[in-house]
């Protein structure tokens, strides 16, 4: 099968399609035959060997496809199933993914809408469970127009959440159609905050990694109420949070955003999709920031 896989590290151009051995489905997994997947930052910090130093490396954590192959102890599901779900093993930019967590493709989600969601879900519900966010909260996310900061907001509002998000001008009437309520980030923003919530929020959470930690402690009442997932450097300097995944993954997420997207209450924007063998031009295009949305690898 073909499979998008790196030798070396350096900038997009280092990507390939290589042919691979076909993956099988283990005990408690399936196999997909894969109709789209997911580009996030973290396949162009792979790609620089900022993350892992292994080489060669594939690439791609979330899919969505047809299921083909089912593994031992797997019920609820059979090939032909149309899913979408979440890889451990960092190949589902590919012809074929073995899947771990996944969830049915709803009526109305197309399969890269689908590839979109599974990070993005499972990185906002966890970093919501860290937080505690619950009914009569307020909550500040820190790049609420991204895809995990979209993410973040539908889900804290269906727990009964008031939400702030902070994004450009330009964003802030799809924050509104989200549930949140905006405010422009960069200077005075704590101000700006500050007038929508006096006495501050309860909750916040960085998103975005840009540097705003010490006014979300402010705004929180303190670096015990603040959560990010994009500064590591920012959370040990200020005493913040960081959410990895390592303490444990949210994948009841999948099902809970899946039955939410039938009911049409959920959805992850796509800013543009690429054929799989425009990898790198999704890469670039990633990279230089200029898409508003998640990118997606459309495959066959």
């Known amino acids: 099968?073909?499979?998008?896989?790196?030798?070396?590290?350096?900038?997009?151009e280092v990507l390939e399609l290589a042919e691979l051995p076909e993956p099988h489905a283990g005990p408690g997994e399936v196999r997909i035959r894969v109709r789209a997947a997911g580009v996030n930052a973290s396949?162009?910090?792979?790609?620089?060997?900022?993350?892992d130093q292994r080489l060669p490396q594939t690439l791609g954590y979330e899919a969505?496809?047809?299921?083909?192959?089912v593994g031992e102890g797997v019920a609820g599901v059979a090939a032909g199933d149309a899913v979408f779900g979440a890889s451990p093993y960092g190949a589902a930019q590919a012809e074929l993914a073995v899947l771990s967590d996944w969830a049915a493709l709803p009526d109305g989600l197309g399969f890269a809408e689908a590839a979109?969601?599974?990070?993005?879900?499972e990185t906002a519900a966890r970093s919501l469970d860290v937080l505690g966010v619950g009914t009569g909260d307020i909550l500040l996310v820190n790049g609420a127009s991204g895809s995990v900061g979209s993410a973040a907001v539908q889900l804290a509002v269906h727990r009964g959440a008031r939400v702030i998000g902070t994004g450009s001008p330009a964003t802030h009437d799809?924050?509104?159609?989200?549930?949140?309520?905006?405010?422009?980030?960069g200077?005075?923003?704590?101000?700006?905050?500050?007038?929508?919530?006096?006495?501050?929020?309860?909750?916040?959470l960085d998103v975005a990694g840009s540097g705003v930690l010490p006014e979300l402690v402010a705004l929180a009442g303190g670096a015990e109420?603040?959560?990010?997932?994009?500064?590591?450097?920012g959370a040990r300097r200020h005493g913040v949070r960081f959410s990895s995944g390592d303490a444990g993954r949210a994948t009841y997420a999948l099902s809970q955003v899946a039955e939410r997207a039938a009911a049409g209450e959920f959805s992850i924007a796509v800013g543009r999709t690429f054929p799989l063998e425009e990898v790198a031009e999704a890469h670039r295009v990633g990279e230089s920031g200029t898409v508003r949305?998640?990118?997606?690898?459309v495959v066959g």
Do not use: C, H, Q, S
Request: charged fraction near 25%; aromatic fraction near 6%.
């Open 293 to 297: 949305g998640k990118l997606v690898l």
């Open 174 to 185: 799809a924050l509104r159609a989200l549930g949140a309520e905006p405010v422009a980030y």
């Open 64 to 69: 969505a496809g047809i299921v083909d192959e």
């Open 187 to 204: 200077d005075g923003m704590t101000d700006r905050v500050r007038a929508m919530a006096p006495a501050g929020v309860d909750r916040a």
């Open 225 to 233: 109420n603040v959560v990010t997932v994009a500064d590591y450097a």
């Open 1 to 12: 099968m073909r499979a998008v896989l790196f030798r070396r590290f350096g900038g997009p």
């Open 43 to 51: 396949d162009w910090k792979k790609r620089r060997g900022l993350m």
């Open 116 to 121: 979109a969601v599974p990070a993005a879900a």
